[in-house]
Each structure stands twice: as C-alpha cells, then as structure tokens.
C-alpha cells in the first residue's frame, strides 16, 4: 500500500533563504507523486507534480520537486523564501486505482517565513 | 470557471442534528472525494465516488454518509453528529481525459464544522 511521510511538520526560514521540504514515499507501482499547498483558510491548491519522465518537476511560484527514485523521495524546494510563501504544504502519492487513483497524503510540514 | 464549491463555509451545531455539507463542481468530473483535516494527523479521506451511484469508503468514514445522485454532486452527511466529527472538510473532484487528469484532484475552500 502507499504512504507518505513528511519530515518536520513546521519549518521555518528567514526571507531569501532557501526552502526544503522532506517527502518520502512507500508504493508498489511507479508513482504519481503531488505536492498541495493550502494558504490560510482556503483549500489546497496543486503546485506541482510528476507523473513519468523529467524527475525534476517545476512548479508555481518558483518551486521545484525532484523525483528520486532510489532515495523515494520527492522533496520540495524553492532557491529563495519569500513571505508569500508561508502555508502549510501537502505531500501526496495517488494509489492509481485502475485509472483512477486515490490521492493519500502526507501530514503536512507549516512552512514559517522570517523577515 | 473551473470550481468546486462547499456549503456552508462555516458551521457550529449541536449534538445529533443532522447536517448536510454540499458539494458540487462545475467541471464534469467522474471522481469526487470527501476530506477531514485535523492538526497533526494532515487529510483523511471519508468517502469517495468513481462515478454516479458509485461510492465507496475512505479511511475514516464512521459517522458519515454520502450519496451521488447526479455528477456535479456529492454531499457529506452527518445523521448524529458528535464532538469528534468537528474538524475541517474538504471536497475534491477529478476526471477528464487520460490518466494523468484523472489523478489531479481540485479543492473546495473547506467547511470548518465544529459540534458542540
């Protein structure tokens, strides 16, 4: 069966630093791998994913995530913290159901922006 | 434009009256699923649907009921409500064409549910 862990469910960075996000993941099959982000009272929003191919998978708002399979890990990363960037952020695996698959998630790391 | 919509936006009850949270989406999905977030313990799935009249149960579906009558909708339904069931509730849909569409799943804004 799939899971997901997330390492740390808070982070905290100072402005401009660089953002890392832990994700490792269990499955029996070549994975869809996704990571969510969902901003203060609001729902989850995709940021990005991969599916097959490139490993390293660029998303919005300058975020990027590379598959590694050997490692099974799809960590999450971003060059340059800024405080838009604070939300708590979703590690996800899809359990492909035929072709249709149940996403199971992650715990979820709260990412802290300082001045 | 593209959405899911949740209602209520916020709830507060009481023990054992019955409610129901709404979903729908405008996006003619075939896959919607039901979410609860809790701190620390990040989404449980409740129930999810593959199709209409097609449902099947999450991780955590004590206390809930769904239905899927027609596509574009999907309620949560709590007979008796219970303390335990306050929490955050998430819908999701997905679908389309190919297999990589089907596994994006789009977000309702959440039901914050608190029972007294």
């Known amino acids: 069966a799939q899971s997901v862990t997330q390492l740390g469910s808070h982070v905290s960075v100072s402005e401009g630093a660089l953002v890392l996000l832990r994700c490792n993941y269990s499955?029996?099959?070549?994975?869809?791998l996704f990571w969510y982000v969902q901003y203060p009272n609001q729902g989850l929003q995709l940021l990005l994913k991969y599916t097959t191919g490139a490993t390293l998978v660029k998303g919005i708002n300058g975020f990027e995530a590379e598959f590694k399979k050997s490692e099974t890990s799809f960590h999450l990363t971003k060059p340059s913290a800024h405080m838009s960037d604070a939300a708590e952020y979703f590690c996800?695996?899809?359990?492909?159901?035929?072709?249709?698959?149940?996403?199971?998630f992650g715990k979820g790391t709260k990412l802290s922006v300082k001045p | 434009e593209a959405q899911v919509t949740q209602n209520p936006r916020y709830l507060i009850t009481v023990t054992g009256k019955k409610l129901t949270v709404t979903c729908s989406q405008n996006?003619?999905?075939?896959?919607m699923s039901w979410y609860r977030q809790d701190p620390g313990l990040g989404l449980r799935q409740i129930y999810y649907s593959m199709n209409v009249e097609v449902t099947d149960k999450g991780d955590v579906p004590e206390g809930y009921k769904v239905s899927r009558k027609e596509k574009r909708n999907f309620p949560l339904i709590l007979e008796s409500p219970s303390p335990n069931q306050t929490s955050l509730y998430f819908c999701a849909s997905s679908g389309g064409r190919g297999l990589i569409a089907k596994n994006i799943q789009y977000f309702g804004a959440g039901t914050r549910l608190s029972v007294l």
């Open positions: 996006m003619n999905h075939e896959y």
């Open positions: 996800a695996v899809s359990d492909l159901l035929g072709s249709q698959g149940n996403l199971i």
């Open positions: 499955s029996s099959v070549p994975p869809y």
